[in-house]
C-alpha cells in the first residue's frame, strides 16, 4: 500500500496527494467543483446520514462513532467502496477529502487509519 491521508478538500491540491477522493455524503459548501480538484466523489463510502447526524462532530462521541461506522461498512454498498479504497491505496498515494475541520475525529480519519491497519494485518499475516 502506498500513503494514505486524510486532508480537508478546502485546502489546496498538493502533487503529493496522488488521487484524491472525497468521502463526504453531501458535497462541501462554497467549493465549485474546479477548485475541489477531485479524482473522485465517493459517497457510497460515507457514514449514513443518521449516523453523521447522531455524532454532531462531538469528540467525545468520537470512540462511539467510530465504532458505529465500522459496523455500518459492513453494509454492501459501503463494503464495495471500502474495497474500491483499498484497490485505489495499492497503485499510489491516496488522499481522503472531507469537509469536515477536525480531522482526527473524522470519518475520513477513520477510514484511513482502517485501510492502515488492513494492510499491516496483511503484511503479517493475522
Not at 459548501?29 to 466523489?41: F, I, M, P, V
Not at 449514513?48 to 462513532?65: C, I, K, N, T, V
Not at 469537509?99 to 482526527?104: G, H, P, S, V, Y
Amino acid at each position: 500500500m502506498q500513503e494514505v491521508r486524510a486532508r480537508r478538500v478546502y485546502e489546496p491540491a498538493a502533487p503529493s496527494d496522488g488521487r484524491r477522493v472525497l468521502v463526504d455524503r453531501l458535497w462541501p459548501r462554497g467549493l465549485s467543483k474546479d477548485k475541489a480538484h477531485l479524482d473522485e466523489w465517493l459517497k457510497d463510502v460515507a457514514p449514513s446520514g443518521e449516523l453523521r447526524r447522531w455524532y454532531g462532530h462531538q469528540p467525545e462521541r468520537f470512540a462511539e462513532f467510530r465504532r458505529r461506522y465500522e459496523a455500518e461498512l459492513k453494509d454492501p454498498d459501503r463494503s464495495e467502496a471500502l474495497r474500491h479504497l483499498r484497490d485505489l491505496a495499492q497503485t499510489g498515494p491516496l488522499t481522503l477529502l472531507t469537509a469536515t475541520r477536525d480531522l482526527e475525529h473524522s470519518e475520513a480519519e477513520v477510514l484511513v487509519q482502517l485501510l492502515r491497519s488492513e494492510w499491516r494485518a496483511s503484511r503479517t499475516g493475522s
